[in-house]
């Protein structure tokens, strides 16, 4: 998700104070509804170049070097995806500087990446410095420090790759609030109708089999509902047919294989994705059938991107990119690993959670709408809990725009003008400096005086508190992930009051074989 997905401003009015759910073991939580604010006019300020501030923390060297140019960052890359892995590549070097700022490579290196040295930030404190675009830059970032060949995206920077500074950046993000303000209202009733089919659809293998495999289902799911939803179309219903899901992971793999690991051997491996580019070619054919599904779909939002002065063929491969690469791409990810999250904690969670969320259903009507799910503070909790533990997009980068001074915890760094800034989220998150159990999924750690954490949660390339906006880099679609997310837990609570799973893993990330579904019995 990016770090721009699809927006979702203004879907809730403000509500009268909502009834209490009827558990008394929970206490209240207090969230704001999600709403986003949309500047009307996309515009861009300049902001004045400040000198570092004072600190009163001491100062420290950035510890850590980059090693030899080009033996370093390939023992680095090597270390990062098979001798250590991900997240022992950056413990071993927390525990060896005793810092969680340091300086290191950052994968692909040679030959895709032409400087992969980075100051890496760990903790919760000196992260949020890659969200203010008064001291970093992120232009051509979003992938790190290489950027996939534009002949992927119609021979276009998209909004991901655009610094809040360039003239198209204002105009593309209000495009996309346009989008989900214009369906806003379909929401709640597509996501519903493609997620009983998922369900009806895992329940007749898992009668059949004895198992059920989560990810496919799912993956055709989210792309129908995202089709349906934003676009008014039926993916069946036109000349893509089901092959939406498997087209555009192809085409995302040609984008982020750099960053991956495919299971193939170490040699091949490394020559084939990490050292050179897939040559784009290849998905071109693929890559037309999206786009034409898209430009046939998106006629009311292309005439809005002309409005505002954006070619519909610019806008097209935006819509196309936010559509699959942030919305369907984040879906794929992180609605896998909230299953096994909520999975792994049990019967009793999710006994508390069916109790609450058909409690509040029945007593409005026995429908499901933005009014009653903010009456759910379990399920808010949740949602936010699984956010925070697996972060859908875990990578941040920024360049500094000037001199910095980086505060940690227990340190501040000076960083130079120019320098890349990494933050790896899943660390920031887990900050035992700012939460209790750090790394324990703790389902109502949200709920009641928990809200003040939510500042702590950072999955949208910005605090959960704050509001995307046109002059930001936050995540257009913050508002739409959390509501679509809220959705699948309500929907699978409505409709079973348990459910058992077998969990292993995929490229990227969890992958979920269901192995019980106890339908609704109160």
Excluded at 132 to 140: H, Q
Excluded at 310 to 335: M, P, Q, W, Y
Excluded at 445 to 471: A, C, D, I, Q, Y
Aim: aromatic share 10%; proline share 8%.
């Amino acid at each position: 998700m990016t770090s721009t997905s699809l927006a979702f401003p203004s879907l809730l009015p403000k509500f009268q104070s909502p009834r209490r759910p009827p558990k008394p073991s929970l206490r209240r939580i207090v969230v704001r509804p999600i709403s986003a604010s949309v500047s009307e006019t996309p515009s861009v300020s300049v902001q004045p170049v400040a000198p570092p501030e004072p600190t009163k923390l001491p100062i420290r060297k950035v510890p850590g070097n980059y090693g030899i140019p080009f033996v370093g960052p390939i023992g680095d890359r090597l270390d990062y995806f098979y001798k250590q892995g991900r997240e022992e590549f950056f413990k071993s070097r927390m525990q060896k500087y005793r810092s969680t700022v340091f300086r290191a490579n950052m994968p692909p290196g040679p030959f895709i990446a032409s400087d992969p040295r980075v100051v890496v930030l760990l903790d919760g404190k000196s992260f949020p410095v890659l969200f203010d675009v008064t001291k970093v830059e992120k232009k051509d970032l979003f992938t790190g420090t290489y950027m996939p060949s534009t002949e992927l995206t119609g021979g276009y920077r998209v909004l991901s790759y655009l610094d809040p500074s360039e003239p198209s950046h204002g105009k593309l993000k209000h495009l996309l609030f346009f989008l989900l303000k214009s369906r806003r209202d379909h929401v709640i009733p597509e996501f519903h109708s493609s997620y009983v089919e998922l369900f009806e659809g895992l329940e007749n293998e898992l009668a059949s089999k004895g198992k059920a495999a989560f990810g496919d289902a799912s993956d055709q799911a989210a792309f129908n509902f995202l089709a349906r939803a934003l676009y008014g179309t039926n993916p069946a219903e036109t000349k893509l047919g089901i092959d939406g899901p498997s087209l555009v992971q192809k085409w995302v793999l040609f984008q982020l294989a750099p960053q991956l690991t495919l299971g193939l051997p170490v040699p091949l491996e490394e020559l084939l994705i990490h050292t050179f580019r897939l040559p784009s070619f290849l998905v071109k054919a693929d890559y037309q059938r999206l786009y034409d599904f898209f430009y046939e779909s998106s006629g009311f939002v292309l005439d809005e991107a002309e409005r505002l002065g954006v070619s519909r063929d610019e806008a097209c491969h935006n819509l196309l990119f936010a559509t699959c690469f942030n919305s369907f791409g984040g879906i794929k990810i992180f609605f896998p690993n909230m299953i096994k999250l909520i999975g792994r904690a049990g019967v009793k969670l999710h006994t508390q959670l069916a109790q609450e969320i058909r409690s509040v259903i029945r007593s409005n009507g026995g429908k499901v709408t933005m009014a009653a799910m903010e009456q759910m503070p379990l399920m808010q909790s949740v949602v936010y809990e699984s956010l925070r533990i697996e972060p859908p997009v875990p990578l941040q980068y920024g360049r500094a725009k000037r001199d910095l001074i980086i505060e940690s915890h227990d340190a501040a760094f000076k960083v130079k003008e120019g320098e890349m800034i990494f933050g790896y989220q899943p660390f920031a998150t887990k900050d035992p400096k700012i939460f209790e159990r750090a790394e324990e999924f703790v389902p109502g750690r949200f709920v009641g005086e928990g809200e003040r954490l939510l500042k702590h949660v950072l999955w949208s390339n910005g605090p959960e508190t704050e509001t995307p906006t046109v002059m930001n880099k936050q995540c257009a679609g913050k508002d739409f992930v959390v509501l679509v997310s809220r959705l699948l837990v309500v929907e699978l609570f409505l409709r079973y009051d348990s459910f058992e799973i077998e969990i292993g893993t995929s490229v990227l990330g969890a992958s979920i074989t269901l192995t019980s579904l106890k339908r609704a019995t109160f």
